[in-house]
């Protein structure tokens, strides 16, 4: 299984420290980042927020699969269904296919986020995953 292990910087200083794994590593990934170094959440609320999943493993569309590599007839984005239904309607309304499934269901083909932050003006580090793994993020002082 690939990660995707990353560190972003500040002014030359490491401000972020984060990996990601499993079949939505790469959605979880991107909206981590984005949502704590272009939105400025902190990583706690950014990982506790609504994911856009990866490819269902359900119907054979996962990273080890052979349809990982061709585009499906009928593609849908995977959401856990904590989005709020508006935005569900803007996204199909802007043509895109997007199934929403409980953000508990096991199948889902979820990525797994953990990050640290550091606050450049204190040095205090905060860290936290998103839910449904194993083990929480912890950091020491």
């Known amino acids: 299984m690939p990660i995707e292990p990353a560190i972003a910087f500040h002014r030359g ?3 972020l420290a ?3 794994i499993g079949v939505g590593l790469h959605p979880a990934t991107v909206l981590g980042l984005h949502r704590v170094l272009a939105l400025g ?3 706690a609320v950014a990982v506790d927020a609504p994911l856009v999943h990866g490819h269902d493993i359900v119907v ?3 990273v080890t699969s052979v349809l990982a590599h061709r585009e499906l007839d009928s593609p849908s984005r995977i959401l856990d ?3 709020p239904p508006a935005c569900l309607d803007a996204a199909r309304d802007a043509g895109h296919a997007v199934s929403p499934r409980p953000a508990d269901d096991p199948m889902l083909p979820r990525g797994f986020w953990a990050a ?3 606050d450049p003006r204190t040095g205090k580090h905060t860290a936290a995953r ?3 793994g194993q083990g929480p993020a912890r950091t020491t002082e």
């Open 81 to 83: 269904d904590r989005f």
């Open 130 to 132: 998103t839910p449904y």
């Open 116 to 118: 640290i932050t550091t």
């Open 60 to 62: 054979g569309d996962s």
């Open 13 to 15: 200083r490491p401000v």
């Open 18 to 20: 984060c990996s990601s």
């Open 41 to 43: 959440q902190p990583v």
